[in-house]
Nanobody, 124 residues
Framework: QVQLVESGGGLVQAGGSLRLSCAAS????????MGWFRQAPGKEREFVAT????????YYAGFVQGRFAISRDNAKNTVYLQMNSLKPEDTAVYYC?????????????????WGQGTQVTVSS
């Protein structure tokens, strides 16, 4: 059974930083494309960042504007999202997702497994 467990969310002031982690219990982690999404109250879940199986390729949503960095450690079955220069509009529940495909993936329905989410709140 695949489990994804996010951690690292919290309350931070605008301009601050947070590092989200997602620990995956899956034997094929090093073969899986991974992603981060977020969902604010009353809004659709939206793509934030994706990383391919090896970590050699990453892509970001336009609103990231160089502030976030996705990375992975296949030896630890963990994917990270470093978030800097946070803005109040970044406030959302952040979800980690895993795909059975190995590449970069951008849509919710391209992912097969989801974590429970971690709350990120940015105060102004």
């Amino acid at each position: 059974q695949v489990q994804l467990v996010e951690s690292g969310g919290g309350l931070v002031q605008a301009g601050g930083s947070l590092r989200l982690s997602c620990a995956a219990s899956m034997r094929t982690f090093s073969n899986n494309g991974m992603g981060w999404f977020r969902q604010a109250p009353g809004k659709e879940r939206e793509f934030v960042a994706t990383i391919n199986w090896s970590g050699s390729s990453t892509y970001y949503a336009g609103f990231v504007q160089g502030r976030f960095a996705i990375s992975r450690d296949n030896a630890k079955n963990t994917v990270y999202l470093q978030m800097n220069s946070l803005k109040p509009e970044d406030t959302a529940v952040y979800y980690c997702a895993a795909s059975t495909h190995s590449g970069n993936l951008y849509a919710v329905d391209e992912y097969d497994y989801w974590g429970q989410g971690t709350q990120v709140t940015v105060s102004s």
